[in-house]
């Protein structure tokens, strides 16, 4: 008799807390938009802190300034997956899943990024909404890539997901049976595949996307292209002797600078000035990232290749790499709290004789001829290249030097930083 004892002498659990009182320690209205098809879905929940994570997920979706989705019965039908680079991603919050090395996938709803909270709100699991939108995806593949002219191959479909098939390796893993292919998603809009024999087509293609997508408004997804090795895809790490290692390295220098180029918008200015950022190339024809670090306020520095150094006046005082920073060990700098790619903020600017530590790359009169150079000052995103560097220079500024054959005329013009 003890036994049912204890269940006749038990307090009366708590009531489950209601939607209205839930909302309203959230200062949210009960009357918000599309809230009552989702009602049902709050109801179903028997435990408090169901309930209260239901709520947190409502007010999370009213805070990013999104609407509440639909019920997961009819939202379903809308899901879809996206790419994206990785910086993109991070600055933007919403549910992501990473894909390789600078690239993310996501998932949209109709025309929406979905975030986190929506989840909460379906109280679906991530894999089987991503799942389900790749198995969107794959339904809406059917069909076979175009051979281009140039030998390389273009997938057909133009329907604003060409990119997000990289998620499906059966669309393109079959391609080039026996060859070690490379791939290439310079927009949403576009998947370019090519065996390695006609890599440089590929990239030359990549110079005519980019040209139309510029004049169209079509925002650059990933410039660098992608190989695949074995099962495994990853983006290209051509290394010299390779011909196409220098183009490559290009390529990923310009997605550094528009990674770049977007974070300085959420930079707080209380923190300094962000250094502005050029590509160079040496007299070699290899491309160089070179941030400008000028004395007088406190600097955040990126982690580009080289750092040309100016006195408060902008005299010029010597470019020199960025890796021997740490040889002016009384110099500190603090790693700065902002998504996509590394930032180090330094209060101090060095003294000559630090300065004078680093392994050198051009003296302070050279650094001074390359200022001099057409388009070596930052600004707006040149649409074209420029003019050849004078004859002699020992590297010269992307901005003003020309690219290289393969990409020339192709109107690759993500040369500097503002």
Do not use: C
Not at 224 to 244: F, N, S, Y
């Amino acid at each position: 008799m003890g036994f049912f004892d204890r269940f006749r002498s038990r307090a009366d659990e708590a009531p489950l807390p209601s939607l209205a009182t839930l909302l309203e320690t959230r200062g949210l209205p009960a009357s918000l938009p599309g809230l009552e098809a989702l009602i049902p879905t709050f109801e179903a929940h028997r435990r408090a802190e169901e309930r209260e994570a239901w709520a947190d997920a409502v007010a999370e979706t009213h805070r990013l300034g999104l609407p509440l989705p639909e019920p997961w019965i009819d939202a379903q039908d809308h899901l879809l997956p996206e790419l994206v680079p990785t910086w993109r991603a991070e600055r933007e919050g919403r549910w992501s899943h990473a894909f390789i090395d600078g690239l993310t996938a996501r998932i949209r709803v109709g025309g929406v990024v979905m975030p986190t909270a929506w989840l909460r709100i379906w109280d679906q699991p991530a894999e089987d909404v991503l799942d389900m939108a790749l198995d969107h995806l794959r339904h809406r593949s059917e069909g076979a890539f175009v051979r281009l002219p140039s030998g390389i191959y273009k997938a057909p479909w133009h329907d604003g997901a060409d990119a997000a098939r990289l998620l499906l390796p059966e669309v393109w893993h079959g391609l080039f049976k026996d060859q070690h292919p490379f791939l290439a998603i310079p927009t949403a809009d576009t998947l370019l595949a090519a065996p390695q024999i006609l890599l440089p087509k590929l990239m030359e293609e990549v110079g005519r996307v980019l040209q139309a997508g510029g004049q169209a408004g079509a925002p650059v997804l990933q410039l660098a292209v992608l190989e695949r090795i074995g099962d495994k895809l990853m983006t290209a790490r051509l290394q010299e002797p390779h011909p196409m290692s220098a183009p490559q390295r290009e390529l990923k220098n310009m997605d550094f600078l528009e990674a770049l180029r977007n974070q300085e918008k959420d930079l707080d200015p209380s923190l300094g000035r962000p250094a502005p950022v050029l590509l160079l190339k040496t007299a070699q024809g290899k491309p160089l990232t070179m941030a400008t670090w000028t004395g007088g306020v406190p600097t955040l520095l990126p982690e580009a290749d080289l750092i040309g150094f100016a006195d408060p006046d902008g005299e010029p005082l010597g470019i020199y790499w960025r890796q021997s920073l740490p040889r002016m060990h009384e110099v500190r700098g603090t790693a700065v709290d902002i998504w996509g790619p590394r930032r180090v903020r330094y209060e101090s600017f060095p003294t000559t004789e630090q300065i004078a530590r680093l392994e050198p790359f051009a003296t302070a009169e050279q650094m001074k001829s390359l200022q001099a150079q057409p388009g070596a000052q930052p600004g707006p995103r040149p649409s074209a290249p420029k003019a050849a560097a004078p004859a002699g220079a020992p590297f010269s500024a992307q901005g003003a030097a020309p690219l290289p054959k393969h990409l020339q005329g192709a109107g690759l013009g993500v040369q500097d930083k503002d």
